[in-house]
């Protein structure tokens, strides 16, 4: 199994900076892409940002400019750097991966949730 470990969320104030961390942890496996999403009080989880195995990314429209996505391959991690933080940017962030397991042959595809952090940003 894999498991996604996120870290980095708390309390900041509209204009300032945070940076949000995802361990990944457990069984080696061929990660396909990474990405971030979030989920406001009452509203749907909606993505962030993307990172491919390429190294490609794609930002929502929001929050593009602001935020970005990259990961650290050494230390096994994914993270967002977020800048110019506002209010509407308050919600539970979480850590998404696409990988596969298995032979060619007999591949599977699979997704991988973390628990979530949750960003507050103060006006």
């Known amino acids: 199994q894999v498991q996604l470990v996120e870290s980095g969320g708390g309390l900041v104030q509209a204009g300032g900076s945070l940076r949000l961390s995802c361990e990944v942890s457990g069984r080696r496996v061929s990660i396909v892409d990474m990405g971030w999403y979030r989920q406001a009080a009452g509203k749907q989880r909606e993505l962030v940002a993307t990172i491919s195995s390429g190294a490609g990314t794609n930002y929502a429209d929001s929050v593009k400019g602001r935020f970005t996505i990259f990961r650290d391959y050494a230390k096994n991690t994914l993270y967002l750097q977020m800048n110019s933080l506002k209010p509407e940017d308050t919600a539970v962030y979480y850590c998404?991966?696409?990988?596969?397991?298995?032979?060619?042959?007999?591949?599977?595809?699979?997704?991988?949730w973390g628990q979530g952090t949750l960003l507050t940003v103060s006006s």
């Open positions: 998404n991966a696409h990988y596969t397991v298995g032979p060619v042959e007999r591949v599977r595809n699979l997704e991988v």
